[in-house]
């Protein structure tokens, strides 16, 4: 575990925030200097509190209107290569997460569509034919809002 301070808790939550701010206008937010605050930022990335940065897309701009979460469970455990399935999930383009869990199902997926029959065609042609598919639940994502975690 890593130790933090609360500048350093303050510099992650503004970072989560908006990962795209300088060290500069992160330090004067938190009454640093530049070079305080990029040492700071450096050591968060170093002992890998910050894993790295992502660009947040609007799906429904980019035209995925239907986000979809499946829930998969493999048909004879123990049978299975788990490889093979994670490198068949990996591949489809609409899925965007590919979890691997404990309980009610092996694994949980994040599947983007344009619309239900796109959603549909998905399903019915890449989903259902991976190897070891057992039982497939689905739930529409109606809305989303983002929490700001744990810091």
Do not use: C
């Amino acid at each position: 575990m890593i130790a933090l301070d609360e500048i350093d808790r303050a510099i992650l939550r503004a970072l989560a925030e908006d990962a795209t701010q300088s060290a500069g206008a992160l330090g004067r937010k938190l009454g640093l200097s530049q070079p305080a605050t990029w040492r700071r930022i450096k050591r968060l990335r170093d002992e890998g509190a910050i894993a790295g940065q992502r660009l947040d897309l609007d799906l429904a701009a980019l035209g995925f209107g239907v986000t979809v979460f499946l829930g998969i469970s493999l048909a004879a455990k123990g049978r299975v290569s788990l490889p093979d399935f994670e490198r068949a999930v990996a591949a489809i383009p609409e899925v965007q997460t590919v979890q691997h869990v404990l309980g009610l199902y092996d694994y949980r997926l994040r599947v983007v569509a344009r619309d239900l029959s796109d959603f549909e065609r998905v399903w019915r042609r890449r989903i259902m034919t991976l190897p070891g598919v057992g039982g497939v639940d689905a739930n529409v994502l109606l809305s989303e809002e983002r929490l700001a975690g744990p810091l």
